[in-house]
């Protein structure tokens, strides 16, 4: 259950470290979005051929789909807020650095990395793979637990660790109650495109 759990982890560090040293010229969203896209067809595959064995729902209604991407909106506004109104962003100042990395870069790129590919990666590994593998021998809450701290720590700096840990268990929230690992991709990928189009309009400001 651990390795099936850190494979897929480690599988996407050392592709985003891969493309890092390889594409010197591009940014750590472009290494980031590339390294998605070179184990996604692994993981899809690898979890698709696992799935085939779950009594697990693979759809959505499109008012479920609608409520996910709804919810995946207001998860990230609230917790962004509170995250905000805590000040902790002025106790952990490396998270401006990373944040002008990644809100750097064009609309464009910033849509297609974080608005699609590395969503689906990423629930892939951490709710698919993570979650989903822990939930098989473990209780909601631990199981949970555990996925949303794998997840916190991969985002690499406070503020992003604890925005990810309480999207984390949203999201493993979102899978439990649907069944399906359709419900947290929508959610994540509605909450980053959110983010996206927050950010740029306040630039605009």
Request: hydrophobic share 50%.
């Amino acid at each position: 259950m651990i390795r099936t759990l850190l494979y897929p982890v480690l599988a996407y560090g050392l592709a985003v470290d891969l493309c890092s040293l390889i594409f010197r010229q591009w940014g750590p969203l472009a290494h980031t979005m590339a390294g998605a896209l070179a184990v996604l067809p692994a993981l899809l595959w690898i979890y698709t051929k696992k799935a085939d064995g779950r009594k697990r729902s693979s759809r959505l209604s499109p008012k479920e789909a609608g409520f996910q991407i709804l919810s995946g909106i207001a998860a990230c506004l609230t917790v962004n807020t509170l995250i905000k109104i805590s000040r902790i962003a002025v106790l952990f100042p490396g998270f401006s650095r990373r944040s002008g990395q990644f809100y750097g870069p064009s609309l464009y790129l910033q849509f297609c990395a974080m608005g699609v590919v590395i969503p689906i990666t990423e629930e892939l590994i951490f709710r698919g793979f993570g979650f989903g593998e822990l939930r098989e021998k473990l209780d909601f809450s631990l199981s949970a637990f555990v996925s949303a701290a794998l997840f916190a720590f991969w985002h690499g700096n406070m503020v992003q660790g604890v925005y990810g840990f309480c999207m984390g268990l949203i999201f493993s929230w979102a899978m439990e109650k649907k069944g399906t690992i359709l419900a947290p991709i929508l959610m994540h990928m509605s909450a980053n495109l959110a983010s996206v189009a927050l950010t740029a309009l306040w630039g605009m400001w």
